[in-house]
């Protein structure tokens, strides 16, 4: 509505006057990802913080995203719109749970997804996203003892994938598991032309019918590329709107309707205007925990790329 337009114009000009780089993720509301400098997944988020051309940086997105981007750039000054803004799947792993299985397994590899805490990276060896996991895995010795952490489904389809034993932790997406196969079975009868891309998040009997198992970005590609017209799409409703914006003449339907990822959701055009306006709120990574999640993270960007 017409306070909504006038609300983006003083975002605009605050952005702007402030000189802020705002940084948004593919499961942003559209206003937010509309309004953004840079929209993209939490690898190109990453990428897109170290690159940012200015030092005052605005992620919307959850706060192991904020974390990030805090621990790549200690020199600039990294806003959240909502601290709130958690990931269950990263607040369920704890730094002792990483220490308890090195100290069992002196010798394993502990790869962590990006979705974790930054102290709980600053114990692993490792960062990998769902766009990048694969790849990264791959670059690792063969006879490696690996812990994948925290999403068990990820873990144990990238095992499964890459032929190869992983151990997984046991956390895993809320969102993505509000598919269910019978949802999924009826919708591919209804829409027999829909390819069904997933992300690998879901359940594994979810993944099972899918066409296509990726990452958001994966997901975006596989769309854009494919001759098919019509998708039934399992990942968060957020993803429409670059779907959307990149393939208008095709049609995307979400594998559920509660793919709805309430803390991704829970940044607001308000919340963005009070953080822009205040400088609100800082995230502050301890530097003994920045320095050594930051080893994780640069080694995923220098094996990913
Ligand atoms: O890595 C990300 O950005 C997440 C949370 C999902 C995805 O597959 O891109
Ligand atoms: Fe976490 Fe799932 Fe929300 Fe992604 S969609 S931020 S994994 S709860």
């Known amino acids: 509505g017409l306070r909504d337009e006038l609300l983006i114009q003083d975002i605009l000009r605050l952005k702007r006057d402030k000189s802020v780089y705002i940084i948004a993720h593919y499961y942003q509301r559209e206003e937010i990802q509309a309004l953004a400098d840079f929209v993209g997944d939490s690898y190109a988020m990453a990428i897109a913080a170290k690159n940012s051309p200015h030092d005052i940086i605005l992620v919307a997105g959850v706060d192991f995203m904020a974390e990030t981007a805090a621990v790549l750039c200690p020199d600039k000054i990294v806003l959240t719109p909502?601290?709130?803004?958690?990931?269950?799947?990263?607040?369920?792993?704890?730094?002792?749970?990483?220490?308890?299985?090195?100290?069992?397994?002196?010798?394993?590899?502990?790869?962590?997804?990006?979705?974790?805490?930054a102290e709980v990276k600053a114990v692993s060896d490792i960062c990998c996203t769902s766009s990048n996991a694969a790849k990264i895995l791959q670059k690792l010795p063969d006879n490696a003892k690996v812990f994948f952490i925290p999403d068990q489904y990820l873990g144990s389809y990238l095992a499964g994938?890459?032929?190869?034993?992983?151990?997984?932790?046991?956390?895993?997406?809320?969102?993505?598991?509000?598919?269910?196969?019978?949802?999924?079975?009826?919708?591919?009868?209804?829409?027999?032309?829909?390819?069904?891309?997933?992300?690998?998040?879901?359940?594994?009997?979810?993944?099972?019918?899918a066409d296509y198992v990726g990452?958001?970005?994966?997901?975006?590609?596989?769309?854009?590329?494919?001759?098919?017209?019509?998708?039934i799409i399992g990942?968060?409703?957020?993803?429409?709107?670059?779907?959307?914006?990149?393939?208008?003449?095709?049609?995307?339907?979400?594998a559920s309707e509660e793919l709805i990822c309430p803390n991704m959701k829970s940044?607001?055009?308000?919340?963005?205007?009070?953080?822009?306006?205040?400088?609100?709120?800082?995230?502050?990574?301890?530097?003994?925990?920045?320095?050594?999640?930051?080893?994780?993270?640069?080694?995923?960007?220098?094996?990913?790329?």
């Open 161 to 209: 994938k890459l032929g190869r034993h992983i151990d997984v932790f046991s956390a895993s997406c809320p969102t993505h598991a509000s598919i269910s196969e019978e949802h999924l079975l009826q919708l591919k009868e209804q829409f027999p032309d829909a390819k069904v891309l997933v992300h690998p998040e879901c359940y594994p009997e979810i993944v099972a019918l």
């Open 235 to 254: 990942t968060e409703c957020g993803i429409l709107y670059s779907l959307g914006n990149n393939n208008p003449d095709k049609t995307f339907i979400l």
């Open 82 to 117: 909502e601290p709130e803004a958690t990931c269950p799947m990263a607040s369920n792993i704890s730094v002792n749970d990483v220490l308890c299985y090195k100290k069992k397994y002196p010798e394993s590899i502990v790869v962590c997804y990006v979705n974790t805490p």
């Open 215 to 231: 990452s958001t970005k994966g997901i975006l590609d596989y769309a854009t590329q494919s001759e098919s017209k019509i998708f």
């Open 267 to 305: 940044i607001t055009l308000d919340k963005v205007f009070y953080s822009l306006q205040y400088l609100q709120t800082r995230v502050v990574v301890p530097e003994e925990i920045r320095a050594k999640a930051a080893i994780a993270l640069e080694r995923m960007i220098e094996y990913a790329s």
